[in-house]
C-alpha cells in the first residue's frame, strides 16, 4: 500500500475528502489553523466548498445548514472556538443532523495559550451546549488516526444522525507521520426521506430541533437517548497494551497515550507489570472494558493533559471496586516518560494513594 | 376571487400546528407576519420555484415558518439564519433560499452573520421584519425600537443616551458592495402593500436569475407587542416608523449581474479525489531497511537554517525504506531560547512517544541549542556539530562527537541554504543506517524546488564524504 508523509492536520482534510465531505466551514485559531489552510487548498481543487466564516457560530451554522441537505460537511477549530460552537451543536444534536467537528485542543480556560492540552475532555464528552445530547467523541493519537478516524467519523454521523466531534491535540495536528490514504468510496447513506436539499423529493421536510408540546419533547429525548445507548452498546473503540497481567493500568489518550506507551516496555523490563488502555472513543466511553478489569487486584491511573477530568469516567466505570489514581499536566507542560515511571512506581510502591 | 385562495406554496391545511385550528395562522389577529408570509407565498407560485425553495425560519415569532410554507424548511437558531442559508446555498446553488427574520434576529443577536452573508454576496434572499420590538418574548426592546417607545425593557421610553438609536439595517446593508439589491417597504395601504409585494418578487427574481444577494426590509405591525389596535398600530407605522425608517430603494446593482453570482459545486466522485491525492504517495524500497538500533533524532539550530526541513529529510528517508517515522516540530515552551527544533523517530517497530528527550543522535546548528541539549543525549549517542558556527565542543568522553563545518562547505557548493543537506550527509555516514544512494533518490523525490536539486546533491555527497574520510 502507498503512504504519504504528511501532518495530522492535513491528514483530517485528506481523509474528509476521501470521505466525501463537500463543504469546510472555518474560522482561523491556532492550532486548529493548518486545517483550514488544507481544506482552502484542496476543497475547491474538488469542487467542494470552502469559506472562512465571520466566526466559529457561523462557521458551525453554515455546518447545520449543509448537514440539513444530508450532504457531508465538517467545520474545525480550537478550544475557544470550540466553545463558540456549542450552541450550533445542541441545535446539530437536536435536529439530528451529521457532520464532524475538530477541536484541536490547547491550553486553557480563557484565552489560555496555544499549547496542546487535554482540558476540553469535559466539554467534549459531557456536552458543553445545552441540552439532553451527546456527541460521538473520537480521540486520534498519530497522523494515520487523524485520516481514518476523521472518515470512521463521517460514517458514524450518517449512522446515527449525530454530530461526531474529532478531539485532537497539537501535537497530533502538528506531527508528521506516514499515512496510508484509504480508498474514497461512494457515501453509503441516503437522507432523502428526512433532508432538505432544494429539490422536489426533499420540499416536504423539515429540519428542526422544535417540539413545542412536553409530550413531544419528552419523546424526542427519549428518541435520541435510545439511539445514544444504541451508541453505546455499538461503537465503543480502544486499544489496549499488556492490560492482562497488569497490577497498574494506565489508561491515556491522544499524544499521552503515545508517550505512556513507550513507558510501558520500559517499566516491563524492570520487572513492573503495566499495561496501557486507551480509549478511542471518549463517548461511548469503553466504561465495560475498565470494568472488568477492575474485577481483578489491579489499580488505575489515568493521566492527562488536565487537572482530571477523564479520571471521572475511569471512577465511574471502576465504581470503587479498584484505586484510581491521576496523574496530570497542564498549560502545555507534557510529562516525560522518566516523570510518568516516577509515577507508576509511587503507586505500585504504595507511596501514592 | 383569487385574493381569498390561499397561494399553492402555502399548505392547504396547517397540519404541522398544534391545536384544533389547522385553518389559521398562529399569529395574533392584526400581525404583519401574516401579510408577508402571503405575499411571499404568491411570489413563490408566480415564479414556479416552489420546490426548490427551502426556507430558513428564524428565532422569534416567525420560528413556525414551516407551518405554512410548502417547501423545505429549516429551523435555525437566534441570529443564525443568514449562516445556514449560506451552507445550504453552497452546497446547492441551485436551490432558492428564503432566509426569513425579525428584527432582533437579524439586527441584535445576528447582526455579524447578517452582515457578512451581505458581504459575501451570498446568492440568497433576505426578509427582513422590522416590528421594532421583541414579539416573541413579550415586547421588550429591539435594536429597531424607535426613541420614546415603550418597551418591556424601555418602561420610560428608548433614550438615545441609554439605549442608543434604532439601527437601519437596509441604509448600512446598502454600503456594503456586494449586495445587490437592498429595498425597504411597508405594510401599510394597498399601495404600500403592493409595492411591497413586488419588492418582494424581485428579491426572489434576483436569486433565481443568480444576481446575488437581496435584502428586504419590511416594516410591520406588532399590536400585541406595541399595546396598540390594528388600525392604530398601521397609523403609527406610517406616521412614526417611516420618518425613522424611510421607504425606498437603497441599493439596486442587480440589473446587470444576471448569473455573476452563481457558485458551482461539483458532487463527490470517489475515483477524482483518489487521482488528486494519490500525486502525494511515495514511492517506498521493495525491502525494508534494517537499523541497528531505533533512532531517536533532535535536529536543532536557529530558525531559518533549514534545520526543521532536515528532520523532514531524515524521516522522509526512513519512510521510504519502509521504517516506522515520525516528525515533530518543537511546540510550547520548549521553543524559547532562540532555538528551532524537531524530533525525528525511525524505528523497525511501532513509535510510541514521537517527542524525544533523550535523543541518541543530536544534530546542532547553533551555540544554544548545543547548550540546551547536550546533557539529554544517552551516553554513547552521537552528536553532530556544525563546527564553523558552534564554538564550543562537546564531551567527548561521553559522546561520539562529529564536527563539520557544514555551512562553510555549502557556501563552496554554492549557498548556505545546504548547510542542512551537508548535515544529512553527514549523520548518514556517522550512522551508517542509509545508503548514500537510497539517501539521494530520496532527496531527488521530495525537493520541491528543482532547479536546487543538484546542488543538494553535491551538497548530500560533500556531507557523506567529509564524515567518511575522517574529517
Ligand atoms: C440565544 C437565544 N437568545 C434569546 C432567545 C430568546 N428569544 C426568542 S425570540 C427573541 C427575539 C425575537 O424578536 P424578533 O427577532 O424581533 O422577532 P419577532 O418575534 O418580533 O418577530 C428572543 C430574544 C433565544 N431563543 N435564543
Ligand atoms: S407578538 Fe407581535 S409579532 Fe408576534 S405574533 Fe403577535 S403581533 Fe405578531
Redesign the interface.
Known amino acids: 500500500m502507498?503512504?504519504?508523509?504528511?501532518k495530522g492536520n492535513d491528514a483530517i482534510i485528506?481523509g474528509a475528502?476521501?470521505a466525501?465531505c463537500?463543504?469546510y466551514?472555518g474560522y482561523p485559531i491556532t492550532p486548529a489553523s493548518e486545517i483550514a489552510h488544507a481544506a482552502a487548498l484542496?476543497f475547491p481543487?474538488?469542487?467542494?466548498?470552502f469559506?472562512q466564516?465571520?466566526?466559529e457560530?457561523?462557521?458551525i451554522?453554515?455546518?447545520?445548514?449543509?448537514?440539513?441537505?444530508g450532504?457531508?460537511?465538517m467545520t474545525a477549530s480550537s478550544s475557544p472556538g470550540f466553545s463558540l460552537k456549542q450552541?450550533?451543536l445542541s441545535?446539530l444534536a437536536g435536529?439530528e443532523l451529521p457532520c464532524v467537528v475538530v477541536n484541536v485542543v490547547r491550553g486553557g480556560p480563557g484565552l489560555g495559550?496555544i499549547?496542546?492540552e487535554q482540558g476540553d475532555y469535559f466539554q467534549v464528552t459531557k456536552g458543553g451546549g445545552h441540552g439532553n445530547y451527546r456527541l460521538i467523541a473520537l480521540a486520534p493519537n498519530c497522523a494515520q488516526e487523524m485520516c481514518d478516524l476523521t472518515v470512521l467519523g463521517f460514517d458514524l454521523a450518517d449512522k446515527y444522525r449525530n454530530p461526531v466531534c474529532l478531539m485532537a491535540d497539537?501535537?497530533t495536528g502538528?506531527?508528521?507521520?506516514?499515512v496510508a490514504?484509504p480508498?474514497?468510496?461512494?457515501?453509503p447513506f441516503d437522507h432523502t426521506e428526512w433532508c432538505?436539499?432544494?429539490?422536489?423529493a426533499?420540499?416536504?421536510?423539515?429540519?428542526?430541533?422544535?417540539f413545542?408540546?412536553s409530550e413531544d419533547l419528552e419523546a424526542h429525548n427519549l428518541k435520541l437517548d435510545a439511539k445514544y445507548k444504541e451508541i453505546e452498546k455499538n461503537e465503543v473503540r480502544y486499544e489496549e497494551y499488556l492490560c492482562d497481567d497488569a497490577d497498574l493500568i494506565i489508561v491515556a489518550y491522544g499524544?499521552l497515550s503515545?508517550?505512556?506507551?513507550?513507558?510501558i516496555d520500559q517499566a516491563r523490563a524492570a520487572g513492573k507489570k503495566v499495561g496501557l488502555l486507551r480509549p478511542i472513543t471518549l463517548w461511548p466511553y469503553p466504561s465495560k472494558i475498565i470494568a472488568e478489569y477492575s474485577e481483578r487486584d489491579v489499580q488505575f491511573l489515568s493521566v492527562e493533559l488536565s487537572t482530571g477530568q477523564m479520571v471521572e469516567d475511569v471512577k465511574l466505570a471502576v465504581e470503587g471496586r479498584a484505586p484510581v489514581h491521576f496523574y496530570g499536566r497542564c498549560g502545555?507542560?507534557?510529562p516525560?516518560?522518566e516523570e510518568l515511571l516516577a509515577e507508576y512506581d509511587k503507586i505500585l510502591e504504595g507511596v501514592k494513594s | 376571487m383569487k385574493v381569498f385562495e390561499k397561494p399553492t406554496s402555502f399548505y392547504p391545511r396547517f397540519e404541522?400546528k398544534?391545536g384544533p385550528h389547522k385553518e389559521t395562522t398562529h399569529y395574533c389577529p392584526g400581525c404583519g407576519h401574516g401579510n408577508v408570509h402571503k405575499m411571499i407565498a404568491e411570489a413563490m407560485d408566480d415564479l414556479g420555484i416552489?420546490?426548490?425553495?427551502?426556507f430558513?425560519s428564524p428565532v422569534g415569532c416567525s420560528?413556525?415558518g414551516?407551518y405554512y410554507f410548502?417547501?423545505?424548511?429549516?429551523?435555525?437558531?437566534h441570529g443564525?439564519a443568514p449562516?445556514?442559508?449560506?451552507?445550504?446555498?453552497?452546497?446547492?446553488p441551485?436551490?432558492?433560499?428564503i432566509s426569513y427574520q425579525g428584527d432582533g434576529d437579524l439586527a441584535a443577536i445576528g447582526t455579524?452573520?447578517t452582515?457578512?452573508a451581505a458581504n459575501?454576496g451570498e446568492n440568497i434572499t433576505v426578509f427582513f421584519v422590522n416590528n421594532a420590538i421583541y414579539g416573541m418574548t413579550g415586547g421588550q426592546m429591539a435594536p429597531t425600537t424607535m426613541i420614546g417607545q415603550k418597551t418591556a425593557t424601555t418602561p420610560r421610553g428608548r433614550i438615545e443616551t441609554e439605549h442608543g438609536n434604532p439601527i437601519r439595517m437596509a441604509e448600512i446593508i446598502s454600503t456594503l458592495p456586494a449586495a445587490g439589491y437592498v429595498e425597504r417597504v411597508a405594510i401599510g395601504t394597498s399601495k404600500h402593500i403592493m409595492k411591497a409585494r413586488k419588492a418582494i418578487r424581485k428579491a426572489l427574481t434576483n436569486q433565481v436569475e443568480n444576481r446575488g444577494y437581496s435584502f428586504v426590509e419590511i416594516l410591520s405591525v406588532c399590536p400585541t407587542g406595541w399595546k396598540m389596535d390594528s388600525p392604530d398600530a398601521r397609523d403609527w407605522l406610517l406616521n412614526e416608523m417611516t420618518q425613522v425608517f424611510p421607504l425606498g430603494v437603497y441599493k439596486d446593482d442587480a440589473g446587470e449581474r444576471e448569473n455573476e453570482w452563481y457558485?458551482?459545486?461539483?458532487?463527490?466522485v470517489?475515483?477524482?479525489?483518489?487521482a488528486?491525492?494519490?500525486a502525494?504517495?511515495?514511492?517506498?524500497a521493495d525491502e525494508p531497511i534494517k537499523l541497528d538500533k531505533s533512532l531517536q533524532c533532535k535536529f536543532a539550530g536557529f530558525g531559518g537554517q533549514g534545520i526543521l526541513t532536515l528532520g523532514?529529510f531524515m524521516?522522509?528517508v526512513g519512510?521510504r525504506g519502509k521504517l516506522?517515522?515520525?516528525?515533530?516540530?518543537s511546540?510550547?515552551?520548549e521553543m524559547r531560547g532562540g532555538t528551532a527544533n524537531c524530533s525525528v523517530n525511525l524505528s523497525e517497530a511501532?513509535?510510541?512517544?514521537?517527542?524525544v528527550?533523550?535523543p541518541n543522535v543530536l544534530v546542532v546548528m547553533n551555540q544554544p541549542s548545543l547548550e540546551a541539549f547536550e546533557k539529554d543525549v544517552v551516553d554513547g549517542g552521537t552528536i553532530l556539530i556544525d563546527s564553523g558556527i558552534v564554538e564550543s565542543k562537546p564531551d567527548g568522553d561521553r559522546l561520539n562527537c562529529i564536527l563539520i563545518p557544514a555551512t562553510k562547505i555549502a557556501d563552496e557548493v554554492g549557498t548556505p541554504k545546504v548547510a542542512n543537506v551537508v548535515m544529512l550527509g553527514a549523520l548518514c555516514a556517522a550512522t551508517g543506517a542509509f545508503e548514500l544512494d537510497f539517501v539521494e533518490e530520496t532527496l531527488r523525490a521530495v525537493v520541491k524546488k528543482r532547479n536546487l536539486v543538484d546542488m543538494n546533491i553535491t551538497a548530500l555527497k560533500r556531507g557523506y564524504d567529509f564524515v567518511r574520510n575522517g574529517g
Open positions: 502507498s503512504r504519504q508523509f504528511i485528506v475528502l476521501q466525501g463537500r463543504a466551514y484542496h481543487a474538488l469542487g467542494g466548498t469559506i466564516a465571520e466566526s457560530i457561523a462557521a451554522n453554515m455546518v447545520y445548514g449543509t448537514a440539513g441537505m450532504i457531508r460537511t450552541e450550533g441545535y435536529a495559550n499549547a496542546p497539537g501535537f502538528q506531527m508528521m507521520e506516514p490514504v480508498a474514497a468510496k461512494a457515501v432538505v436539499r432544494g429539490d422536489a426533499t420540499h416536504k421536510n423539515l429540519v428542526s430541533s422544535i413545542l408540546e499524544i503515545r508517550i505512556v506507551y513507550s513507558t502545555g507542560m507534557v516525560g516518560g | 404541522r398544534g416552489r420546490e426548490r425553495t427551502v430558513v420560528v413556525f414551516y410548502d417547501c423545505g424548511n429549516i429551523q435555525a437558531a443564525r449562516a445556514v442559508a449560506t451552507g445550504i446555498k453552497r452546497a446547492n441551485d436551490s432558492i433560499v455579524a452573520e452582515l457578512h459575501r457558485r458551482p459545486v461539483e458532487p463527490f470517489p475515483e477524482k479525489v483518489d488528486y491525492f494519490s502525494g504517495n511515495f514511492e517506498e523532514l524521516a522522509q519512510m516506522h517515522a515520525s516528525w515533530i516540530p511546540y510550547g515552551p511501532r513509535i510510541g512517544t514521537p517527542l528527550d533523550r
